[in-house]
């Protein structure tokens, strides 16, 4: 099983729709967990931490479910700006820190 | 300046050919890294500083050298690469080397090896 697992989509939707990915992850340890977005061939960029407690950032919410060992990114009313691959990030400390970073999903909001 | 920039933006580069890759964050954090990134799979940590001192180098081929010479400056020195070895380079920086704080990227540099 991979540490980090992703479907790597694409998840096609139409402009305001809502859409939802998650993340699952292997290492129960994991402490700390973050989504970013990537546009094709640009670097990725962070979009948003995720607490234990949840998340909200606008159209975007974030989720940790950590008895099934998951996080998930909700959408909103997407736009088509929204088209992007999403990053998982999952922080495992053994020692040292350990980034793990999933294959991405990628997201395509159609007009 | 802001955030991570990296030079060049891209390069080809023969397989007998040396040339270096540049990384410079202007946003004061005190550890940098390398990652490269293959198609379809996920970013590879290649090599940590934090305070420039190299941290972690997980099993990268000697073909590839790291260099930090402070905090703000980032090189990796290529030689004789293999075609395989193309791939988009992305420099990222934080606050302190994997302390679970989030990474800042720069645009990375697309490298084909011929």
């Known amino acids: 099983r991979k540490e980090v697992e992703q479907d790597p989509g694409p998840f096609n939707v139409p402009e305001g729709a809502t859409v939802a990915f998650n993340c699952t992850y292997s290492?129960?340890?994991?402490?700390?967990f973050f989504w970013y977005r990537q546009d094709c061939r640009k670097e990725p960029k962070l979009l948003m931490s995720?607490?234990?407690s949840g998340n909200e950032d606008g159209r975007f919410t974030a989720q940790l479910n950590r008895a099934s060992q998951y996080i998930s990114l909700l959408i909103r009313d997407s736009k088509l700006s929204d088209s992007a691959t999403y990053l998982c990030?999952?922080?495992?400390?053994?020692?040292?820190?350990?980034?793990?970073f999933g294959t991405g999903t990628r997201l395509k909001v159609l007009a | 300046e802001t955030g991570v920039t990296q030079t060049p933006r891209h390069l080809v580069m023969g397989m007998t050919n040396k040339k270096s890759l540049k990384c410079e964050q202007h946003?004061?954090?005190?550890?940098m890294y390398w990652y490269k990134q293959s198609a379809k799979k996920p970013l590879e940590l290649m090599f940590v500083?934090?305070?420039?001192?190299?941290?972690e180098n997980n099993s990268v081929p000697s073909r590839f050298s790291p260099e930090c010479p402070n905090s703000s400056h980032l090189f990796l020195h290529l030689h004789t690469l293999q075609p395989e070895d193309s791939a988009l380079y992305l420099c990222?920086?934080?606050?302190?080397?994997?302390?679970?704080?989030?990474?800042?990227f720069g645009p990375g540099t697309r490298l084909t090896v011929t």
């Open positions: 990222a920086s934080s606050q302190v080397a994997l302390a679970g704080s989030e990474q800042y």
């Open positions: 990030v999952v922080i495992t400390s053994s020692g040292t820190y350990k980034y793990i």
């Open positions: 290492n129960s340890a994991s402490q700390s």
């Open positions: 500083y934090n305070f420039k001192e190299q941290t």
């Open positions: 946003l004061g954090h005190n550890a």
């Open positions: 995720v607490y234990s």
